[in-house]
T-cell receptor, first 114, second 112 residues
Framework: DSGVTQTPKHLITATGQRVTLRCSPRSGDLSVYWYQQSLDQGLQFLIQ???????AKGNILERFSAQQFPDLHSELNLSSLELGDSALYFC?????????????FGPGTRLLVL | GDSVTQMEGPVTLSEEAFLTINCTYT??????LFWYVQYPGEGLQLLLK?????DKGSNKGFEATYRKETTSFHLEKGSVQVSDSAVYFC???????????FGSGTRLQVQP
């Protein structure tokens, strides 16, 4: 158990809908990262937050957004969903310093868009 | 840009066989290197890491040595078990970058 929690574990929805994925980082970690794992694209970085502020953006679509709250949990919002958004979405957290940039991953949320 | 190349899978071995999964990387800075493992239906677990050249990471019988001269971080295990069946991902975090760059993953199947 990495200490990173994600809910829900599974999500099934329809095209055009909006969903929210939730992540709680390890105790004491200020950084949260979101990654998407799909069969055709592999593991891709979406976005990072540090202590409530956006710090880095990767291949995140404009239909997707995220935020980190004062209690450090984060939410990833996916809107106008398309079939191609079906994937496993991971959240990771990292310590403030040290450990060579190690990121600890949650169990993921599996999204299926029908 | 940064990239990680892993050997194509699946790798199929018999129990107690020796395992090597090749990983090479391209980075502009001085990256830290990682191996993550994903068991069926589960998330990514950190298996081992190395933060500088010639460091050896080890865990659960798995080892990998950070070879700067060959830009490699090959994963090895002397005797695999059925329970090692999983997908293994090599990853790097380059200096000045915030995200991990992952390889495409290598599926390992160990047969009894």
């Amino acid at each position: 158990d990495s200490g990173v929690t994600q809910t829900p574990k599974h999500l099934i929805t329809a095209t055009g809908q909006r969903v929210t994925l939730r992540c709680s980082p390890r105790s004491g970690d200020l950084s949260v990262y979101w990654y998407q794992q799909s069969l055709d694209q592999g593991l891709q970085f979406l976005i990072q937050y540090y202590n409530g502020e956006e710090r880095a953006k990767g291949n995140i679509l404009e239909r997707f957004s995220a935020q980190q709250f004062p209690d450090l949990h984060s939410e990833l919002n996916l809107s106008s969903l398309e079939l191609g958004d079906s994937a496993l979405y991971f959240c990771a957290s990292s310590p403030r310093q040290g450990e060579g940039g190690t990121q600890y991953f949650g169990p993921g949320t599996r999204l299926l868009v029908l | 840009g940064d990239s990680v190349t892993q050997m194509e899978g699946p790798v199929t071995l018999s129990e107690e066989a020796f395992l090597t999964i090749n990983c090479t990387y391209t980075a502009t800075g001085y990256p830290s290197l990682f191996w993550y493992v994903q068991y069926p239906g589960e998330g990514l677990q950190l298996l081992l890491k190395a933060t500088k050249a010639d460091d050896k990471g080890s865990n659960k019988g798995f080892e990998a040595t950070y070879r700067k001269e060959t830009t490699s971080f090959h994963l090895e295990k002397g005797s695999v078990q059925v329970s090692d069946s999983a997908v293994y991902f090599c990853a790097l975090k380059d200096t000045g970058r915030r995200a991990l760059t992952f390889g495409s993953g290598t599926r390992l199947q160990v047969q009894p």
